[in-house]
């Protein structure tokens, strides 16, 4: 048995009769770690002993029959969640000796239910990149290869890039993301694994480094629908201390992983069809069409008519929270500070040395945007062109149970293929950024392979907080799909 190719369901049974040891599964998984993540670069701090430790508490909970929901199951947490006493950098020179002597909120409620964590995965510097290229760290490579291309570095996909490598690579058998306009759905596409953001104020943003805090919200990645929905029971919860935080029950989102599918409404937004779109995009898309209309749901035509104006606006929301949120970081009270002759050089310094260009660039268009002269013109016109793109949603949630719609425009791209182009690289967004304007649930679901074996993923939006529905809908797109590809670097075959 070959335990990193487990899926989390499946270890949690395996573990109870015992047919193997917390021991022997987070070793095996530390195993790959050491292997892959010098080529892959997954995770920038590797927490072997701990979790080992860890482990080992495990077994003896085990032995005592008292095991929690993910008593021994190893995960990748992302490196922009606190963990108390270990290393959280966000990718960035500025916070790169950073130990938080606390615990984040979705991390602490991980731990509470018996989770081993790996360590910590990349992620594009304060979660800003589509592509995980602007880690100060390094860049994540993808570990899926097209065909007939093995020397072809691609990207994972960003920000939450190093959590989908790992995941999909076998290298943990979960990771936390962070989604702020996709940022937990395109790398999930990229990698060929399943991933959701919850409805905005699902998790608890407390102990998360803030980039955009009316967008960044925390989600599961894993290699199967119920596997997300197993670590999303545990991650989500009401909290006091983030005044974002919907105070709602948690439902049992695994059992909504098998429900009957009869008489769900499924939308198709018209506006999706873009000018441009990949055949084959097109194609896995009515595909999954197919294949829910095939599970017994009614298709219907939807329009969200302010969806072309999803992806310009949330480059003004976005930035202008980014140079809000990241000012805190001014060589002053924590973080990277480089010495000067006075205190107006030294925040110019200290900036100039921790932030990489991307991040940079972000803090200058939020500041323009939020300047006196153009706070109006900008910024709070695009406020309101969000509420617009909310109360498309709504709309169209009064007709339907769901949407879907193709995750990104494209499988994973090449390193190099579009980084001198911001503009190109955003656009991988224009996909997921709707939904999170709208602050509504979503899923990828890996649903097939391009031309050249590349994944490509299905997206699932649903009504805010009912990820019910969504777990519900991406598990039988899962089922038809029958998607057991897996990539070329992986654990198993090192």
């Known amino acids: 048995m070959m335990l990193t190719e487990l899926t989390i369901a499946a270890a949690q049974d395996g573990l109870r ?4 040891s917390a021991v022997e599964l987070v070793g095996a998984h530390i195993a790959a770690i050491e292997r892959l993540n010098g080529r892959l670069n997954a995770f920038i701090t590797v927490t072997a002993d701990q979790a080992m430790d860890a482990a080992r508490r495990a077994d003896d909970v ?3 029959g008292e095991a929690a929901p993910l008593t021994g199951i190893p ?7 606190c963990t108390d006493g270990v290393r959280t950098t966000a990718a960035s020179r500025m916070l790169e000796n950073f130990v938080p002597p606390y615990e984040s909120t979705v991390t602490a409620n991980l731990l509470r239910d018996g989770a081993v964590f790996a360590g910590k995965t990349n992620l594009d510097e304060f979660a800003m990149g589509s592509a995980n290229i602007n880690s100060a760290f390094g860049a994540v490579e993808n570990p899926w290869k097209r065909e007939g291309e093995a020397d072809t570095v691609l990207v994972p996909g960003g920000s939450s890039g190093g959590s989908a490598a790992a995941v999909a690579a076998s290298l943990v058998m979960g990771a936390t993301g962070t989604d702020t306009g996709g940022s937990i759905r ?7 694994i399943a991933g959701i953001k919850p409805t905005y104020g699902r998790c608890s943003r407390w102990g998360t480094i803030a980039f955009a805090s009316s967008l960044d919200q925390a989600g599961p990645m894993a290699r199967t629908v119920e596997d997300c929905a197993i670590l999303l029971q545990s991650m989500a919860g009401f909290d ?9 029950p948690v439902p049992d989102y695994r059992a909504a992983c098998g429900r009957d599918l009869k008489g769900m409404k499924v939308g198709i937004p018209a506006e999706y069809r873009v000018a441009g779109m990949p ?3 097109e194609a896995a898309w009515n595909k999954g069409i197919a294949w829910l209309r095939d599970a017994g749901c009614e298709i219907v035509e939807v329009s969200l008519p302010y969806t072309k104006y999803g992806l310009a606006t949330y480059y003004i929301v976005a930035p202008a929270e980014c140079s809000s949120n990241l000012a805190r970081y001014d060589g002053v009270r924590f973080g990277r500070r480089v010495p000067a002759a006075s205190l107006d050089e030294q925040y110019e310094a200290t900036r100039r040395a921790g932030f990489g260009a991307e991040v940079r660039r972000r803090i200058m268009m939020g500041t323009y945007v939020l300047s006196a002269g153009y706070y109006d013109a900008y910024y709070l016109r695009a406020q309101k062109v969000r509420n617009l793109i909310r109360r498309d949603f709504e709309r169209a949630f009064q007709q339907v149970d769901v949407l879907l719609t193709p995750t990104a425009p494209s499988p994973a791209f090449a390193q190099g293929e579009k980084m001198d182009d911001p503009v190109q690289m955003y656009l991988n967004d224009v996909f997921t950024v709707p939904a999170s304007m709208a602050g509504v649930p979503a899923m990828s679901v890996p649903a097939g392979l391009s031309a050249n074996g590349l994944p490509l993923g299905l997206q699932i939006i649903g009504r805010s907080f009912d990820e019910e529905a969504v777990l519900a809908a991406a598990s039988a797109i899962e089922r038809a799909a029958s998607f057991t590809h897996r990539p070329a670097l992986r654990a198993e075959v090192v």
């Open 17 to 20: 009769r015992r047919d193997f």
């Open 62 to 64: 085990l032995a005592k």
């Open 75 to 81: 995960l990748g947490i992302k490196d922009l969640f």
């Open 186 to 192: 395109q790398p999930a596409s990229y990698c060929g």
């Open 240 to 248: 006091l201390r983030d005044s974002t935080s919907v105070d709602c």
């Open 279 to 281: 055949a084959e995009i």
